[in-house]
């Protein structure tokens, strides 16, 4: 359904242009941060925050730097009662009905960083440390968590109720990286749909969360709920008293009850991280569009768009919530590192949607190092078609700007049409082809 002139003949027409000249991107190295956090971020605007009336939702996943993200589409799927799924390292009892989805996740794993489903709902996660301790034994993972939110929950508040509920079940544990060194932690989520915003907070199977309606909103890798819990697990409060972290007496707040007494540094190092994204958000606040998150997610300064020695922001997302159920949704995916040397791609449920093969990554089924055991005994290439393209281009000796200010332009492009669909000023075509059409038309550049 969308708009041949922005994602294929736009695209297509410069591939034939003369930009293949002095190709290349600017030097981030120069814009490093000198001991940069290890983690993510994720933003949501509702309005009056937005310019429109659209619920804006946006996440960087800050990822080990080596790691490939890629971006998966699975369709709603019945399911026979009584039948299990396969999480990263534990099966579950499977939902008799799943949402359709789609899916940025690092590529070892089954759930995901941030995804979108055809409902609307939008979910990323954030690790955090508690005074709870992690779990040592395998579990499922924070984005695990994610991925079963959207398949099994039709709002923000049902996917809430899943994923807490499935934490009483089966709790949250594993390592959270594809090595045998662990890396395990807790999560906090912010959860999105065309009306409202929650973000929970977890500390092993206990949760507070707090509900969003309207303005703008980030999450980092701290707690911050404090007395503004709109809902809770029933022994939160209790088990606090218990173990001497509250008296029980006066107001109770989430983030002094739970946070840890010596955090992670990583933990401390996102705090300047956190107050930066609440500033640009409030510096838009009234006029935040996709356009302006991006620019907040590409942000080096604050270091929201992260790139250290062993870390970076190895995938970004972006989506166009209409408050009218009779518009689209609009999802954006990177699928490549670093936003700033990244192009944003539209993605648009519709009936007639294929998954994309040039952003999945090869699969090894059985003999994967995830699935054997021990685990992580030998690495594997999961570079996905994109992923090499883009990385190629970034090294390239004959590289240079014209092609960066060249595929930016192009997204910007794109999402004036985008805009303009959903202003119903234009008519879309063949929205199943949409994400697919801009992927094989980057990749084409890079070459």
Known sequence: MIMERCCTSDWLSFLAGSVRTNFGFLDSSLLRMAEPPRSCD????????????????????????????????YPASSHAPGSTVECTYISI??????????LSRPAWLWGAEMGANEHGVCIGNEAVWTKQAVDPEEA????????????????????????????????????????????????????????????????????????????VKNISNQLTIGTEICAEHPELRAVAQAQGWWSGEGDF?????????????????????????????????????????????????SGICMDSEGFCTTGSMVSILPRSPDMPCVHFFTATPDPSRSVFKPFIFSESMRSVSMVMSPQYGPDDPVRTQPRFQQQVDRKHELYKAHQTALTSPDAGVSLQETMRYLESQCLEE????????????ELGDLFFDCVDAEIKFYQ
């Open 140 to 215: 499922l993972l924070g984005m695990d968590l994610v991925r079963l939110g959207l398949e099994r929950g039709d709002s923000a508040w049902a996917a809430l109720n899943v994923i807490t509920g499935l934490l009483e079940q089966h709790g949250q544990g594993g390592t959270c990286r594809e090595t045998a060194e662990p890396f395990s932690y807790h999560n906090t989520f912010l959860l999105v749909d065309r009306q409202e915003a929650w973000v929970l907070e977890t500390a092993g199977k206990l949760w507070a969360a707090q509900k969003v309606t309207e303005g």
């Open 93 to 102: 009892p499977q939902a008799e009905q799943t949402h359709a989805v789609v």
């Open 253 to 301: 707040s989430f983030s002094a009850v739970f946070s840890p007494d010596n955090p992670p540094a990583r933990m401390e190092m996102a705090k300047q991280r956190y107050m930066g994204g609440t500033a640009l958000l409030q510096q838009h606040n009234g006029s935040v569009t996709a356009e302006v998150m991006m620019s907040i997610l590409r942000d080096k300064a």
């Open 42 to 73: 994720c933003f949501v605007s509702l309005p009056p925050g937005s310019k429109e009336d659209y619920v804006i939702f946006g996440k960087n996943s800050d990822r080990p730097r080596d790691e490939v993200q890629e971006v998966v589409y």
């Open 418 to 429: 985008i805009e303009a669909m959903l202003r119903g000023e234009i008519q879309g075509q």
